[in-house]
């Protein structure tokens, strides 16, 4: 009876996350505060430029220097996520005018409520994401022209499979990496 509980649950979970995902793989981030480390190697961050709590504030690479301007807490939201400053909740990772073409920028943003701020995180390797934007989910976080420099620009880029679209989240508040769940994996 336990087992065709848990087969039921399963098959609700699978149906809720093909209707809303379709052709993308549902990850869930539990809620806490999180690094975002470029997966090209293990140096260089997502970071707000100088620690700057204002609209339009960029989000560029920066190497580790143990921030708040490089933490990130996750919100769950529709299901994707948010990703609020850690140095103020109010301001999130917001695509530029939610323009949706390869080069817009990537900026702080009061939060809103809008596609703009929303992101589904794709696992693509081994502890490896993508951050797909809500506004098109063909469109992604992406390291300006691959660079792997202290203030590389972070910008939405048409997915491409490249490793400057390639993300590991793990857990500002301690050793190890992240609370990521495949919800088909159960």
Request: charged share 15%; aromatic share 14%.
């Amino acid at each position: 009876m336990l087992n065709d509980y848990c087969l039921k649950v399963k098959k609700f979970v699978f149906f809720v996350a093909v209707s809303v995902l379709t052709a993308f793989k549902a990850i869930a981030i539990s809620d806490g505060t999180y690094n975002v480390w470029t997966a090209y190697e293990g140096l260089y961050l997502l970071d707000v430029n100088n620690s700057r709590m204002a609209n339009g504030t960029n989000i560029h690479l920066w190497e580790q220097n143990g921030t708040k301007a490089q933490e990130w807490v996750v919100e769950n939201r529709d299901g994707g996520i948010v990703l609020h400053s850690a140095i103020d909740y109010n301001y999130v990772i917001d695509v530029d005018h939610s323009q949706v073409v390869s080069g817009t920028n990537i900026q702080l943003w009061q939060a809103n409520g809008t596609n703009a701020q929303l992101w589904y995180p794709e696992a693509v390797g081994n502890k490896t994401y993508i951050l797909r934007s809500a506004l098109n989910r063909d469109y992604v976080l992406d390291l300006s022209g691959s660079r792997l420099d202290s203030g590389t620009n972070i910008q939405l880029w048409l997915y491409n499979g490249t490793d400057a679209q390639k993300w590991i989240i793990s857990s500002a508040d301690g050793p190890g990496f992240f609370d990521i769940f495949d919800l088909f994996d159960f």
